[in-house]
């Protein structure tokens, strides 16, 4: 070809992920050309080696091998070590730098929220990577030069760095000929100057080998260099130059720095771990292309993993897991290696030494310890000073963040507190943040469990006594138990400081502390917790008493602990979940006492009433609510013992006759039983139910509550051959002894379920069985027609008082007669209630109920269709004289005929307020209660009518149990309406509530005069309070929707009038004023002010204050001299600041008052004279809020 040639071209040919250019074919190329091989793990493959070398390799590998296969442990006795494997776990590692937030939010998170978040690192978005992909090609495809593996102290960096080599050697990582480790401390011993090869340690006759490698294949090379930051030599200020040939002897300085720039064998891959304190100054001497990955430490698995590992038994080892599990503290910081190591050392020797039947395991704050002096010993290399002074500033720092709630330090705090900091201290990380164009260097602890600790252990560094005492009074003072504040009980950091103070006062742990200030510290403690519970004894102790029992279990003092513990009245964790480490604390509190006089516990499973056998056998009284199987009830019954109160025991188990009656018998030898509950029980014996009678007849009353005892079959088991009723309850009060019992159907025919109450004289055991056989032959061979009920009562002893009768009564087409047919009138006028089911679908009265209050009363329940039906109404009669036969005759055939012409309607299109009709003709009612799901006009003037014309009525009130939405005629949002009649003063009065969203006047009562009642219109006076919920407070102003109110004075004979409203506003007051000014009539207007008001998300605080202004403009403006205006509220009394939040109700400025405003004079009475001049007895109790899952034992 003729012509210019064309322009020289460099040419560049690669091949990743292991394949090979091989037999390139280049035609007219001109310039350089560069063929290259990258592996996945590696560079490209080496050229054939001789048999000799590949012999000296093996060779190499067999030492690695035999020198990496064991590991020695810090407690290690001269030749003990254990196998690498049998310790290694993998470790998280992750490769992507974590902002200030993702920072924080690891430091910050404990427990299972700190491994949600550690599984969040092992994701995708932060590129977690395994051992064998360090060298994997990046994203763009570059294989890394250099790979920083970044940990903290005792994160498994050297531990990691031994499982390279071991693999290597095993033949894991093929990619690589050689693999050679450089020990940063053995390197510090090094002095002279030495070559890269002379480094490697190898012998004469594998050194020619080295050098062949080195010079043909560098690319296949893996230098591990471990613990760059212990280096004692620097690598920035060198005075020669860098070696660029392996053999060439230099500075050990140098040829480190040289071997890491890729100054020396360019092609070599290096690995290089450090601490997070000098990452930064390792990434300026490392080669390109570089990548960086950060070791978080165990994952959840990894760590359940490594106890599986550590301990040869899988029992052991799941215990000891779960032992951490439960500790939040533990296994956080589980997260961390050489804790996790420490922690399983140490659950090792007590498992050994049985330490589980005492409760007596390490401390949290000796763990610690034992943490410190490992770092201390093992992972300085003379960093720092090798006692706690040094650690002066660290606690001042990590005190100091504390306060601040801080967990990030940046480099200027850090430097002011740490006047001494080395880099190199293990106890702090660092870590870099962009900030804008910058970067920042930023500090932390390990996590803020970590700082927790050193905050507690900087006061017993503080030389000055008085000083030491007087930080810890201030520490102590701001508690939440110390200031009362309920709404803050969730564990805090000044709670864990706390007991880490405790723990650090151990006498096992003292000698660490080296502290002048410990005697006074301790002191200082023990009166603290002392004082606490004295002013705390009359209250529920829940969750104080939890942290209690660890400032307990921490200082380990046995005479404290048992001071402590013989000086509560009670120890209550109910309905609180308690963790098996809480378990463990209180087993060894209840271990250090003779006896402990209350305890109450929730929800115990078998294994921890197992544990807690010892510590429950001293207390004289128990409260327990356990579930169990029959294999269990032996433990039970050994808690039990002989002797106790039991003032409460709840089993929830599906246990055999045989078990409950082993638990009665046990609880036959108890003083007293309270209450005693078994649900779910195979099958309900007959002396199951004769041993509860003998029970609850032969036990001590309680002062605190009833003796109670029930015991409940399992409807859905088949019933057993020895079953004698489906559940019994036996209860005692003075010296009455009440007895329920309930049957099943007994054939698969019957219709009849019986449910039998009676009040029993006192028999003995053989007469109360022999009435408990006749009932269960009653049932099983029913007389015809199922007249049991007669035979039952005519069987009973003469001083039987039958209580309660309720037959539950499949029918098809039954009427109300027919139904009531089966008892004898007479039989059922001597029962107290009586209920009857109609079941069968399509029966409009879905229920009807008769109650016997008194002799001088009857009340009936009727309830038409299912409670969640929009037609759903449920009536309540009250009568008022004796009920004769002839007038409980004619009720029944006047409410059957009822039923009987309703047949068949549809009940929805009669209206919800039909049932009411038929009442105008039943003698003798006294109150009438109505529960609806639709509250509607038709219904409330229904209500109003039969007030008025039924010459007996007292009272009519309907309750709205749900909002309907689907009825026909619109439902107005009222949840109350009550019609009471006062025939002494003539009177009637109307009241309503609503809990409509955002309700401004949420209740309203009326007292109009009898005589004026005819014409008042109902419907218009519920139209006009339904428009009331359009009120709101845009302004001080009043505007139309204000109409609403003022039209009120048009009711004729309205003589009082009750408002209740959220906040006595200005605008409120104006209201108020013009009501009294239009309504003539209006004798007392009574306005409430409750600080609450309704809104679609239920009841939120709305104020509550009587205003300073709005008093003023109604104290102040005319007003009709013979309408009195009332108003209670809460004032305050501030004259600079008024209050004006809900928030604000506890100060002591505040009071509820009652302002009486009548003309121009003002009167006002706090809460105290209201009740004097009512002449009641004002109790004034102690405001105090109950702490979730806390409450008296026994109650």
């Known amino acids: 070809m003729e012509g210019p040639l064309p322009e020289a071209v460099d040419v560049n040919i690669s091949a990743d992920g292991g394949s090979q250019v091989s037999a390139p074919v280049l035609q007219h190329v001109y310039g350089n050309v560069s063929i290259s091989n990258y592996y996945s793990g590696g560079p490209q493959p080496a050229p054939p080696m001789r048999d000799s070398d590949q012999h000296l390799i093996a060779e190499y590998k067999t030492s690695i091998l035999t020198a990496y296969e064991t590991v020695e442990e810090y407690n290690a006795l001269p030749g003990q070590d254990v196998l690498l494997a049998d310790r290694y776990t993998e470790l998280l590692i992750i490769q992507k730098h974590r902002n200030q937030s993702e920072r924080e939010e690891e430091l910050r998170s404990r427990g299972e929220t700190l491994q949600q978040v550690f599984h969040t690192r092992a994701s995708e978005t932060h590129s977690r990577i395994h051992l064998d992909q360090l060298f994997k090609p990046s994203d763009r495809g570059s294989v890394p030069r250099a790979v920083i593996l970044q940990g903290n102290s005792g994160h498994g960096k050297s531990f990691t760095v031994k499982k390279i080599m071991h693999d290597w050697a095993s033949g894991l990582f093929k990619y690589f000929i050689l693999v050679f480790h450089l020990n940063c401390k053995e390197l510090n011993l090094l002095s002279g100057e030495h070559s890269v090869v002379d480094l490697l340690k190898c012998d004469e006759e594998f050194t020619p080998v080295i050098l062949r490698i080195l010079r043909d294949s560098p690319g296949k090379v893996l230098f591990v260099i471990d613990g760059f930051d212990e280096l004692r030599f620097s690598l920035n200020e060198i005075a020669s130059v860098l070696p660029s040939d392996p053999s060439v002897p230099a500075p050990i300085e140098a040829t480190l720095s040289a071997l890491l720039k890729g100054i020396v064998l360019k092609q070599s891959l290096v690995l290089v771990t450090t601490r997070s304190t000098v990452s930064d100054k390792l990434s300026e001497q490392l080669k390109s292309p570089r990548r960086f990955t950060e070791i978080l430490g165990f994952s959840e698995d990894g760590m359940k993993e490594y106890f599986q590992r550590f301990f040869d038994n899988t029992e052991l080892s799941d215990k000891a897991y779960e032992h951490v599990r439960a500790n939040e503290t533990l296994f956080t910081s589980c997260v961390i290696p050489v804790i996790c190591w420490i922690v399983c050392t140490v659950l ?87 900030r804008k164009v910058y970067r920042e260097t930023m500090y932390s602890f390990m996590h ?68 002048g200030s410990l005697s006074a510290i301790q002191s200082q403690l023990k009166e603290w917790l002392l004082n606490l519970i004295k002013r ?46 809480d378990y463990w604390v209180l ?47 032996g433990n039970l019954i050994s808690v039990l013992g002989e002797g106790k109160i039991i003032n409460e025991l709840r089993i929830e188990s599906s246990l055999s006759a045989e078990s409950v009656e082993h638990i009665l018998r046990a609880l036959h030898k108890q003083k007293s039983v309270g209450w005693f509950s078994l649900r779910g029980v195979k099958a309900v014996s007959l002396d199951i139910a004769a041993m509860s009678v003998h029970l609850i007849q032969t036990t001590a009353k309680l002062k605190r509550c009833s003796n109670c005892l029930e015991i409940l079959g399992d409807h859905k088991t088949p019933r057993q051959k020895d079953s004698f009723c489906l559940f019994v309850s036996v209860s005692k009060d003075v010296n009455d002894l009440s007895l329920t019992l309930g049957w099943c159907p007994a054939t698969k025919d019957s219709d009849l379920s019986l449910s039998l109450s009676l009040t029993l004289p006192n028999m003995d055991n053989v007469k109360v069985k022999k009435y408990l056989k006749k009932c269960q032959d009653l049932h099983e061979n029913p007389p015809a027609n199922d007249e049991r009920v007669d035979a039952l009562y005519s069987s009973l002893p003469s001083d039987t008082d039958l209580r309660h009768q309720i037959l539950k009564q499949r029918v098809r087409c039954l009427t109300l007669c027919q139904s009531l047919g089966r008892l004898s009138l007479q039989t059922f006028l001597n029962l107290k209630n009586v209920t009857i089911f109609e079941l069968k679908l399509g029966i409009e009265c879905s229920s009807l109920s008769f109650e016997r209050a008194n002799s001088h009363r009857m009340d009936t329940i009727i309830n038409f269709g299912p ?133 401004a006047v949420p209740h309203m009562s009326l007292f109009l005069s009898r005589s004026s009642v005819k014409s008042f219109d109902l419907k ?67 306005v409430n002010v409750t600080g609450w008001r309704w809104t679609r998300s239920g009841l939120i605080p709305a104020g509550g204050f009587l205003t300073k202004e709005s008093i003023h403009l109604l104290q102040m403006a005319p007003k009709r001299p013979d309408c009195t205006l009332i108003l209670q509220g809460i004032r305050c009394s501030n004259t ?60």
């Open 348 to 434: 090792r020797e007590n498992f050994q030494e049985s330490v589980d039947t005492q409760g007596d395991f390490e401390t949290t704050s000796s763990i610690f310890v034992h943490f410190i002096k490992t770092l201390m010993k093992y992972h300085c290399e003379g960093s720092i000073r090798s006692d706690l002074t040094s650690l002066r500033s660290l606690g001042q720092l990590a005190e100091t963040g504390m306060q601040d709630h801080q967990v990030l330090f940046d480099e200027r705090k850090v430097s002011e507190v740490l006047t001494d900091f080395n880099v190199c201290n293990p106890f702090l990380c660092k870590f870099l943040m962009k």
């Open 448 to 515: 803020l469990s970590f700082q927790e600790f050193f905050a507690a252990l900087h006061f017993f560094q503080i030389d000055d006594e008085e000083e030491a005492c007087r930080k810890l009074q201030i520490l102590l003072k701001s508690t939440a138990y110390e200031r009362k504040n309920f709404l803050q009980f969730e564990t805090n950091w000044r709670d864990r400081v706390i007991q880490f103070l405790f723990g650090l006062s151990n006498s096992d742990v003292s000698p660490f502390v080296k502290s």
């Open 536 to 581: 705390e004894r009359q209250d529920v102790l829940t969750d104080p008493m939890l942290f209690i029992l660890h400032c307990l279990y921490e200082i380990h003092e046995k005479d404290f602990v048992m001071h402590v513990i013989e000086s509560l009245e009670w120890i209550s964790f109910s309905y609180h979940d308690l963790q098996r480490t």
């Open 587 to 633: 087993l060894y509190c209840l271990q250090c006492c003779q006896s402990v006089r209350r305890l109450h516990l929730d929800s115990l499973t078998a294994e921890n009433l197992r544990m807690l056998g010892p510590g429950l056998c001293k207390c004289k009284e128990l409260g327990l609510k356990v579930n169990l199987s029959d294999s269990d009830v």
């Open 867 to 999: 409670r969640t039906s929009d037609s759903y109404v449920s009536i309540r009669l009250s009568a008022s004289s004796n009920m004769t036969t002839r007038d409980f005759t004619d009720f029944i055939l006047t409410f059957d005929t009822y039923l009987m012409g309703r047949s068949g309607m549809n009940h929805a299109d009669g209206g919800v307020d039909a049932p009411l009709s038929f009442l105008c003709s039943v003698p003798d009612l006294k109150r009438v209660e109505v529960e609806v799901n639709s509250m509607t006009l038709s219904l409330a003037a229904g209500s109003f009518c039969l007030i008025q014309t039924h010459p007996s009525v007292e009272e009519i009130k309907i309750v709205r149990f749900r909002h309907s939405t689907s009825t026909k005629e619109k439902s107005y949002h009222c949840s109350s309406l009550c019609f009471t009649k006062d025939s002494s003063t003539q009177s009637l009065d109307i009241g309503i509530d609503t809990q409509k969203d955002e309700a």
């Open 1020 to 1086: 218009d006076f519920l139209l006009k309070f339904h428009s009331l919920e359009h009120l709101d407070e845009p302004s001080p102003q009043l505007d139309g929707h204000d109409d609403a109110l003022m039209s009120l004075h048009s009711l004729p004979g309205l003589r009082e009038m009750k408002l209740e409203v959220g906040s006595l506003t200005v605008r409120w007051a104006k209201r108020i004023l013009s009501l009294i000014h239009s309504c003539t009539t209006l004798q007392k207007l009574h």
């Open 1136 to 1195: 600079t600041s008024q209050c004006s939040e809900v928030k604000d109700w506890h100060l002591s400025c505040n009071q509820k008052v009652e302002i009486s405003i009548k003309g121009k004079p003002f009167q006002m009475m706090t809460t105290t004279e209201v009740y004097e001049r009512e002449g009641m007895k004002l109790k004034v109790k102690k405001k105090r809020r109950r702490k979730r899952g806390g409450r008296r034992d026994g109650q």
